[in-house]
């Protein structure tokens, strides 16, 4: 406010004397008496026809450009205002935070008086274009709930959709703005002030280097604080926006009423009655001993039905039914277990019954969950989120598996130890089973959910690192599992969890290499013979040498047998900016087998015959092509910005090779200086398997041999973190 107020000084003495029927209007943040440190003015400079308006904008607008503030302005009358508000309904909003400067205030009251009542009278119609505008603009930016760098102003649950919140209380079509709305409303306005102070600019994006500064100008522990009180805010503003337009929506469509004139009340499930286009309770079930399962079950209609539940009967739901006990009632596990799997409408169900404390009746361990940030980019929603959706997500599989009620709890259950010390799969297991153990699941149930929660990142991990033409590969999954059902569930959770962590998470190549290892540990787990290893292509074993074959994802060269081929061919690959998923190296007969399986690093194909004849020169020896890929190689080495890359071994974990991993940083040209580093210090590698986790990689060489020599072992280690240095 006292920063509106110096404007409003300064403003007021660029034009020392106003001329009747002229006015200077604020609206925006600083007619709302909000404006952040380096937002632009936003003004109108009203009058009523008289000479030299011209002359007067000139001698307001210069002097705010040679401030370098930036303007927002615009010179009308009134009815040229009235008309451009109807027909933009933006325009229609920004009115109506009009609030007079200088100059003749009983013309800004015109103006103000007008919108308002234009406003109320076509706000039903307005309100349909603007949710239109607003579900495009959310579309671009996404939840601020759930994102780590979110934009403060333009997300869901934003500084926007609160102007949309007074917008409808204008019309008097709900009350928006209740006090938990103006809270939150009021701690985004600060952040945002924090934020415009720590990055000395107009920034509305809460950028992830900012974080820690901006929290310490809250008052708030850490970045992660910041981030969860950001998220608790927006999801208040996006709850009372859908309420908003859920309003608008009945009144545009009228309310259905009986022939006695109130509104109709239709069953839809036990205690639960649609009164609206709302879920309201069914007078039977208020009573002075509520059933503990009522509010499970009330969210269990909700999304299955796919409709709201009115505020009254959430309110009425978080005062007055009893927590349940011990474990749950037969009732309550069936609704929580419908619930999860409800499909489209569990998310916005989920959402409202965590908003008036639903949830943490359900389950106390919620609380420490909620809004928790996942920092790695990976991953598009905060934890809580996550899991719900991984829940939803599960629902495609639910006919694949034995146990689809399993699936449901296993994959909302699969992530409940992150945020905890250590690995958060085997820190969750126990906790997942104590919840399950709570619903009410037999001791079977409860044992199987702690297994898919332990082991839910198996498949992906070994899928992606390992070799699956390994007979110890295949047996050490089946041993962990154990059982097909328990596979299959494992199965699905796999699936669900990387559709619900976001698009980095998944590819066709991963559904593959995931559906290729279950189907072989599905033989050996059914048959108790573990599959034969593939054959090799007979197109390579035969006719002269080198045989090269592009075919979509598959690069495959046959030749002589010669140390550096599987770094010539890697680095080929990368010289023709493709991605090295997995590689594959044998002999047959004298003759060198590598298979690649690649896609393209940023979208596009390369020129397949020049790639073709690349690699010919390359895996012949060829100099020219050697002193290209070691200049690229040079060129493209990691900064020194980064963490230290690290070496792991495994020793039992393949039949006639030691595995190698290497975890760094990501850069292109990284296999063939590891390759090339490992070929140098004599390791043969027969296989490797490339993992891109975000902005690093886990790579996994198999190195013929025992290895059991331990100066053997620090002689490749230190030439692999040289190639793969920081």
């Known amino acids: 406010m006292e920063r509106a107020a110096a404007l409003d000084m300064w403003l007021r003495s660029l034009v020392p004397a106003w001329p009747p029927g002229v006015a200077l209007v604020a609206f925006g943040g600083l007619g709302r008496l909000q404006r952040a440190p380096h937002s632009d003015l936003d003004l109108i400079l009203l009058h009523t026809g008289v000479p030299g308006i011209d002359e ?166 850490d970045g992660d604080a910041l981030l969860r009180r950001v998220a608790s805010d927006a999801r208040t503003i996006t709850h009372a926006l859908d309420d908003g337009w859920r309003m608008a929506d009945r009144l545009r469509s009228g309310r259905r009423r009986g022939a006695d004139g109130k509104p109709q009340r239709r069953p839809v499930a036990r205690d639960v009655v649609e009164q609206d286009g ?58 929580f277990v419908t619930l999860l799997g409800a499909g489209l409408g569990l998310v916005p169900t989920w959402e409202t019954c965590d908003r008036y404390g639903l949830v943490d009746g359900w389950l106390p361990e919620w609380t420490r969950m909620r809004s ?76 199987v959910v702690e297994k898919l929660v332990r082991l839910h990142l198996l498949l992906p991990d070994v899928a992606t690192r390992r070799d699956l033409s390994d007979p110890v590969t295949i047996r050490g999954v089946a041993e962990a599992v154990g059982d097909t059902t328990t596979l299959g569930l494992l199965h699905g959770l796999a699936r669900a969890d990387a559709q619900a962590t976001g698009p980095a998470a998944w590819s066709d190549w991963k559904g593959r290499l995931i559906a290729d290892l279950v189907r072989r540990v599905h033989i050996a787990l059914d048959t108790g013979v573990l599959p034969a290893p593939p054959r090799p292509d007979p197109s390579l074993v035969a006719g002269p040498l080198p045989v090269v074959h592009l075919d979509g994802e598959r690069v495959a060269v046959a030749a002589a047998d010669r140390r550096g081929l599987l770094a010539a061919v890697a680095g080929c690959l990368a010289l023709h900016r493709l991605e090295v998923l997995t590689a594959d190296a044998s002999t047959v007969d004298g003759r060198a087998l590598v298979e690649f399986r690649v896609r393209p690093r940023y979208g596009t194909p390369p020129d397949s015959l020049a790639l073709a004849n690349d690699l010919r020169r390359a895996v012949t020896g060829d100099v020219s092509v050697t002193q290209r890929l070691r200049g690229r190689a040079l060129a493209t080495r990691p900064g020194g910005g980064g963490r230290a890359p690290r070496v792991v071994w495994h020793r039992e974990a393949a039949t006639d090779a030691v595995i190698l991993e290497v975890r760094a940083s990501d850069a292109p040209g990284l296999l063939y200086r590891v390759t090339s580093a490992l070929d140098e210090a004599g390791a043969q590698v027969r296989a490797a398997r490339i993992s891109t986790l975000g902005t690093d990689v886990v790579d996994a060489f198999y190195l013929v041999g025992t290895w059991a020599d331990d100066a053997e072992r620090d002689k490749v280690e230190a030439a692999v973190l040289g190639a793969a240095g920081t």
């Not at 205030?105 to 015109?110: A, G, Y």
């Not at 919140?165 to 600060?190: E, K, N, S």
């Not at 709302?278 to 499970?296: H, Q, Y």
């Open 56 to 221: 007067l904008a000139s001698s307001l607008w210069y002097p705010i450009w040679d401030s370098r503030i930036g303007l927002d302005h615009s010179v009308r009358t009134i009815p040229e205002a009235l008309s451009v508000a109807h027909d933009d309904v933006k325009v229609a909003l920004s009115l109506l935070d009009a609030r007079h400067v200088t100059g003749d205030r009983e013309l800004t009251q015109q103006l103000v008086e007008a919108a308002t009542e234009q406003w109320r009278r076509t706000a039903v119609r307005q309100l349909v274009r603007l949710r239109e505008i607003t579900l495009t603009r959310w579309k671009a930016h996404g939840e601020l709930a759930f994102l780590l760098e979110g934009d403060l102003k333009e997300a869901a649950g934003g500084l926007r959709d609160v102007g949309i919140l007074r917008a409808i209380a204008h019309a008097g079509l709900a009350d928006t703005m209740r006090p938990a709305v103006r809270a939150a409303h009021l701690r985004l306005l600060d952040t945002r002030d924090a934020l415009h102070a720590t990055a000395g600019r107009r920034v509305d994006r809460l950028v992830a280097q900012e974080r820690e500064s901006v929290a310490r100008l809250l008052g708030l522990d």
């Open 278 to 335: 709302e879920l309201v309770l069914a007078r039977t079930a208020i009573g002075a001993r509520p059933d503990p399962s009522l509010s499970l079950r009330v969210a269990a209609a909700g999304a299955v039905t796919q409709l709201p539940i009115a505020r009254a009967t959430c309110e009425w739901l978080a005062a007055y039914c009893p927590p349940l006990p011990a474990p749950w009632p037969p009732a309550a596990r069936d609704a």
């Open 372 to 447: 928790l940030p996942q920092h790695n980019p990976v991953h598009r929603f905060t934890l809580d989120r996550h899991l719900v959706q991984a829940a939803y997500e599960a629902t495609a599989f639910t006919r694949e598996v034995g146990r689809p009620d399993l699936l449901l709890i296993g994959a909302f259950l699969h992530d409940v130890g992150k945020g905890l010390p250590g690995d958060h799969s085997v820190v969750g297991a126990p906790i997942a089973a104590a919840v399950a153990q709570r619903i009410g699941l037999p001791a079977e149930d409860v044992a």
